[in-house]
């Protein structure tokens, strides 16, 4: 496969490259402002589970821009922080904070970065590593978003926005109830350069309030949200972001699209110690013959490390050349 065999299938892949963006996922939020104008009034931000980090320089750099129109009217620049499990490449003007979303002492950091203030918006793009079982798929996505709302809720300011990813399924209505219960306003964004094959989409809420009775502190999200009266049911609106001259994630573009010509750019920012790369890295010492000795094997229900198969296999094999 040629290296440009991926900019040919991949129109947002491309555009990423050309433009800086570290992952496709950067057009996603664009489109989502398009549409929803989450940017507007924000000089602080947060981002959970925010590796690569495309969303965060999208936060950057249309915050930066806002403060730089709004200077004179405004003393505030913008504050950003970015939170995840793995390590992510510096990006100028985010502050990055390696952390897990679960804890409440990450959210503690991030208010403390904030000079103890909440954000104006929060979102998410975190998903799992997809297992082809939908139905599991499903589940954990939905765990990962109520994990992000748990922590929202401690860091959100009243009135403040918050989007994450979410896997529409039969069950999404529950959800959407959800986090009615905690926005004003809760609607279901697709935008243009998600693949119309991928059940993906965005939760886009607005006008956070936080509940009566509800605590923020609380380590069962999914308990307190089950004693909270609201509303038993919301089908949330559904609505396609991004105008139609965008391009179509699904459509193969030649690569002198526009009357362009094409120059293949390297990705902006490979990633730093991803979860595959040990995987990876086991896998091609299989293939040479160098795998570690210490590596736990399993032979007929017993466990043991390859040292040990490779004396019991020896040995075996001893015994049927001494019966020949």
């Known amino acids: 496969m040629g290296k440009t065999s991926k900019d040919k299938r991949d129109i947002y892949y491309r555009r990423a490259k050309e433009e800086g963006w570290r992952a496709r996922s950067a057009f996603k ?27 965060s320089q999208v936060l950057s750099r249309r915050l930066n821009e806002n403060y730089e129109n709004l200077k004179q009217k405004s003393e505030k620049a913008p504050k950003i922080i970015a939170v995840d ?5 510096p990006i100028e ?25 909440h954000a104006d918006l929060v979102v998410c793009d975190g ?13 954990i996505q939905s765990q990962l978003l109520l994990a992000a709302l748990k922590i929202t809720t401690q860091i959100l300011k009243p009135k403040g926005t918050f989007i994450a990813k979410i896997f529409r399924a039969k069950d999404a209505s529950l959800l959407y109830s959800q986090l009615k219960i905690f926005f004003g306003s809760v609607s279901c964004a697709k935008p243009r350069s998600s693949r119309n094959s991928s059940f993906e989409a965005f939760v886009v809420c607005k006008d956070f309030q936080m509940p009566e009775g509800f605590n923020p502190a609380t380590l069962d999200l999914s308990t307190d949200i089950n004693k909270l009266v609201g509303i038993d049911r919301y089908i949330a609106p559904f609505v396609i972001c991004g105008d139609l001259t965008q391009p179509d994630s699904d459509t193969t573009y030649p690569l002198d699209f526009e009357g362009k010509e094409f120059r293949y750019c390297q990705p902006t920012q490979s990633p730093i110690n991803p979860p595959y790369q040990e995987a990876m890295h086991m896998m091609s010492q299989v293939n040479i ?14 466990n043991m490390s390859l040292a040990e198969f490779k004396a019991t296999k020896a040995k075996k094999q001893d015994s049927n050349d001494s019966q020949k």
């Open 29 to 55: 939020l664009l489109q989502i402002d398009q549409e929803f104008s989450i940017f507007n009034g924000v000089t602080k931000a947060v981002d959970l589970c925010a590796a690569p980090g495309s969303w």
């Open 85 to 89: 499990l793995q390590a992510m490449a």
């Open 93 to 117: 003007g985010v502050v990055q904070i390696q952390g897990d979303i679960t804890n409440i002492k990450t959210a503690e950091q991030i208010i403390a970065h904030f000079g103890n203030e």
């Open 127 to 139: 998903a799992p590593d997809v297992t082809g079982l939908h139905d599991m798929d499903i589940f």
């Open 289 to 302: 013959g160098k795998f570690p000795e210490s590596t736990s094997v399993t032979l007929t229900g017993k």
